[in-house]
């Protein structure tokens, strides 16, 4: 438990105090996924607290509840009298080929249709398995991705690290920092009561590692404002994740819409992005144009594969690496079943995303204190590698949920009204709460409160 989270306060310049994780057991699984939800969490808690540090002379203690991090790991919302939509498209998930398994990530429309561009219409599950099982995994995979679609043969750990990708990205430093020279002397604005009141964040992420980021630091008092495509939805996360945010929608080709959206990032504090690695670049907003338009930015970005190697252009989400990267081959050993066996919840976007805070908090305290901006990079894979590496975690079985875990306010969303579970973290007198409540993406203008 220990050894993950002083290897994510090493990654991020965090002071290696002890942090206590309250009440017992763990997700059931081949791997410490509770472990790493209590010390991503405590990471990014610790950020704050070192943030707060440098402007008042008081350091925050901070404490973790074991059972409610897991629980924010699947999520945080619990409707009243309403339902979630799915998670999942009914093609999405898991087929036997020729010579192994491989994984389909078809939850995007676009997604879909290129897996069926590859294998022809599939009304259902079964059709999908039956064309599936007519190819091998490798070649399926490359078809797939080569139509702009989303798959991942199941991998061991021993076959990733032999892999171009495996070794590419397991050299990677967990967070990569880098320092830039332009500046924005602006002093802090925030208080005890929100830490971050006066910050910009501009959220270009989707899903879950991303908006996980911005939840956390909407919760902290700062002004997120989401941009989504006119086209994306994500219906079946949207009320768990857009809570303490403002969203809007641009289309990045079109002349007027990239005007607003410059006007925006120029006056952004933090960027948040999860575009595949050349994706901003080829939209004319690659580093230097984003550091020419906001001079002192915090910009830290999300990939799924790495920022190097083969793959590092490559589409993927949190199941989709954990095939890729032996966890699902782990899992399934591990269950002694007959098929890939994923994490119990997405614990690599949802530790990421609090990686992601805890970057963005750390480039913001080295600003108030030099002036200077910076950039942070960090990818799904690259924490797996942590998790993989960290080994088995604990038996215990987490105590079931109950009522006593929500919080008492109630949360009027636009789906109906919904308890949030309580905060997983505390951090001695600083409420982490949200003043917005979740909200359909694009209800908003694309302009800052």
Request: aromatic content about 6%.
């Amino acid at each position: 438990m220990t050894d993950l989270l002083t290897s994510i306060q090493a990654a991020l310049g965090l002071p290696r105090t002890p942090i206590p994780f309250t009440d017992r057991g763990a997700l059931p699984s081949a791997f410490a996924v509770t472990d790493l939800a209590c010390a991503s969490i405590a990471a990014a808690a610790q950020a704050v607290s070192e943030l707060i540090w440098q402007q008042t002379g008081n350091l925050p203690a901070v404490e973790v509840d074991r059972r409610l991090a897991s629980f924010w790991f699947s999520t945080s919302i619990r409707p009243i009298g309403w339902q979630l939509p799915p998670l999942w498209d009914p093609v999405a998930g898991d087929y036997a080929t020729q010579d192994g398994w491989i994984r389909l990530h078809t939850n995007a429309p676009h997604h879909r249709a290129a897996a069926e561009s590859v294998l022809g219409a599939c009304a259902d599950r079964a059709a999908m398995a039956a064309k599936v099982a007519q190819w091998t995994s490798t070649d399926l995979e490359q078809a797939v991705v080569n139509a702009k679609g989303c798959a991942a043969e199941m991998r061991s750990w021993a076959q990733w690290q032999k892999h171009p990708q495996g070794l590419a990205v397991n050299a990677e430093p967990l967070v990569h920092f880098l320092d830039s020279h332009d500046e924005s002397r602006q002093p802090w604005q925030g208080s005890l009561a929100q830490p971050l009141a006066g910050i910009k964040v501009l959220d270009l992420t989707r899903v879950l590692a991303g908006p996980t980021a911005s939840r956390f630091l909407a919760g902290l008092g700062a002004d997120v404002l989401r941009i989504d495509p006119y086209t994306w939805n994500e219906p079946g996360v949207v009320p768990d994740m857009t809570l303490g945010k403002r969203c809007a929608r641009l289309d990045l080709q079109t002349p007027a819409d990239r005007v607003v959206f410059e006007s925006l990032l120029k006056d952004a504090d933090i960027l948040l992005h999860g575009y595949r690695a050349d994706a901003l670049e080829n939209l004319g907003f690659g580093v230097e144009r984003r550091r020419q338009i906001a001079p002192g930015l915090i910009d830290v970005g999300l990939n799924a594969y790495g920022w190097s190697g083969p793959w590092q252009n490559r589409r993927g989400f949190d199941s989709l690496v954990q095939m890729s990267s032996g966890i699902a081959e782990a899992g399934q050993r591990w269950q002694q079943a007959d098929k890939p066996t994923p994490l119990p919840v997405q614990a690599l976007d949802h530790a990421t995303g609090y990686l992601m805070a805890a970057s963005a908090l750390r480039l913001l305290t080295e600003r108030l204190n030099t002036g200077h901006g910076g950039s942070a990079r960090l990818s799904l894979a690259r924490t797996a590698k942590l998790l993989i590496e960290h080994g088995p975690g604990t038996g215990e079985a987490l105590r079931a949920k109950d009522e006593r875990d929500q919080g008492s306010c109630l949360e009027q969303t636009p789906w109906g009204p919904a308890h949030r579970l309580q905060v997983p973290v505390k951090i001695s007198g600083i409420p982490i709460q949200w003043a917005l409540p979740a909200t359909e993406l694009g209800s908003h203008r694309p302009q800052w409160t």
